[in-house]
């Protein structure tokens, strides 16, 4: 298993473009996630999916646009990049809700994206 | 008050010493808790998880959860220089709403 793999690795956008970060497992998981990490911060939630064609906004949710059409993607898109957009992205999955017996999201490598 | 409190550090110690590193958290509903580890610009990877109050062990790491003091620590015994990494600690409420996490804190174990 790949696990959970992102591309790109690193981006440049200038202010006003747009990209999309892509997320794909190969885990069979139903629950996925988006976070984004600052300089010297925790990681915050963007958005996250239960399962296809369902998602809900995280905490910081702003400036972003997800979809979820299979099991295995969950594409992140910025359609008007800011430079407070700049930020490592990581996406993650889970099986199931956490248990007592069930460990819970597998984060992959990240995207670095600069927005200048 | 932040809901996770984490000191970030740098804390350095000498190869073979014992580690604690702790969080804080304000909110009592959270009831699973986790410890990430992070090397330099990779993702996290999941390190420990525990459910509710208590203590667990794996190999050099144990991890600690407090819930009536909302207090959770991680332990390492007999360091190594590979333990080098930025720490992070992680709860949920048991929902699917996501994780809430610490800073982080940086660890450096001096060879």
């Known amino acids: 298993n790949a696990g959970v793999t992102q591309t790109p690795k690193f981006r440049i956008l200038k202010i006003g473009q747009s990209m999309t970060l892509q997320c794909t497992q190969d885990m069979n998981h139903n629950y996925m996630y988006w976070y984004r990490q600052d300089p010297g911060m925790g990681l915050k939630l963007i958005y996250y999916s239960v399962g296809a064609g369902i998602t809900d906004k995280g905490e910081v949710p702003n400036g972003y646009n997800v979809s979820r059409s299979t099991t295995e993607d969950f594409p992140l898109r910025l359609e008007l990049a800011a430079p407070s957009q700049t930020s490592v992205y990581f996406c993650a999955s889970s099986y199931s809700l956490p248990s007592e017996y069930q460990e819970t999201q597998y984060f992959g490598p990240g995207t670095r994206l600069l927005v200048l | 008050q932040k809901e996770v409190e984490q000191d970030p550090g740098p804390l350095s110690v000498p190869e073979g010493a014992i580690v604690s590193l702790n969080c804080t958290y304000s909110n009592s509903a959270f009831q699973y808790f986790m410890w990430y580890r992070q090397y330099s610009r990779k993702g996290p990877e999941l390190l420990m998880y525990?459910?509710?109050?208590g203590n667990k062990e794996d190999g050099r790491f144990t991890a600690q959860v407090d819930k009536s003091s909302k207090y959770i620590s991680l332990f390492i015994r007999d360091s190594q220089p590979s333990d080098s990494a930025t720490y992070l600690c992680?709860?949920?409420?048991?929902?699917?709403?996501?994780?809430?996490f610490g800073k982080g804190t940086h660890l450096i174990i001096q060879p």
């Open positions: 992680a709860m949920n409420r048991g929902g699917a709403d996501g994780l809430t």
């Open positions: 525990t459910y509710s109050s």
